[in-house]
Antibody
């Protein structure tokens, strides 16, 4: 049974870079798309971006200038870096696996497997 | 930027039918997906491609889409269905994926 586990610092200083890693266990990281999603306390979900195991990426336009995602297939891990963080970036961060389908109306990605999430607080 | 609009809250009594709507300009041409999120837990997919129910999801969950509105229906809602529900879809280009703002379902 495939499982995802987020890891990384729970506290990040303002203006610094948030770094998280998602470890995939119980199965191979290839050949799938993998996403990061976040959720501020008491608020809704926000998709941050996705990466394919080849390394190709697609980011949320609203975060694109600050986001970098990478993948290490040898470690079955993928990672998120979010630069120049502010208090508004405080949230629970989830990693997830994308299921991809191509229909006549286009390509569709949706999340079929999620990690449990990790809280990242931005504060001095 | 593209937006999906959901009502903030829906309330029903146990055994009643709950309907949660999601409005978006691209929904006539794009599929909607629905996620259930219980307190303190990660979201779970309950409906894909407007009306497909993943394995393990109870039959009381169904989905439909007409025009610019997608609807999640829970027929005979149970107390354990209390959760936040999010729709998820993309704009007409297929490049900008967003969640709706979420709807808190209360069953009591």
């Amino acid at each position: 049974q495939v499982q995802l586990q987020e890891s990384g610092p729970g506290l990040v200083r303002p203006s610094e870079t948030l770094s998280l890693t998602c470890t995939v266990s119980g199965g191979s990281i290839s050949p799938y798309y993998w996403s990061w999603i976040r959720q501020p306390a008491g608020k809704g979900l926000e998709w941050i971006g996705r990466i394919y195991t080849s390394g190709s990426t697609n980011y949320n336009p609203s975060l694109k200038s600050r986001v970098t995602m990478s993948v290490d297939t040898s470690k079955n891990q993928f990672s998120l870096k979010l630069s120049s963080v502010t208090a508004a970036d405080t949230a629970v961060y989830y990693c997830a696996r994308d299921s991809v389908h191509n229909y006549s109306s286009g390509w569709y990605w949706y999340f079929d497997l999620w990690g449990r999430g990790t809280l990242v607080t931005v504060s001095s | 930027s593209y937006e999906l609009t959901q009502p903030p809250s829906v309330s029903v009594s146990p055994g009643q039918t709950a309907r949660i709507t999601c409005s978006g300009d691209a929904l006539p041409k794009k599929y909607a997906y629905w996620y259930q999120q219980k307190s303190g837990q990660a979201p779970v997919l309950v409906i894909s491609e407007d009306n497909n129910r993943p394995s393990g999801i109870p039959e009381r969950f169904s989905g439909s889409s007409s025009g610019t509105m997608a609807t999640l229906t829970i027929s005979g809602a149970q107390v354990e269905d209390e959760a936040d529900y999010y729709c998820y879809s993309t704009d007409s280009s297929g490049n900008h994926w967003v969640f709706g703002g979420g709807t808190k379902l209360t069953v009591l």
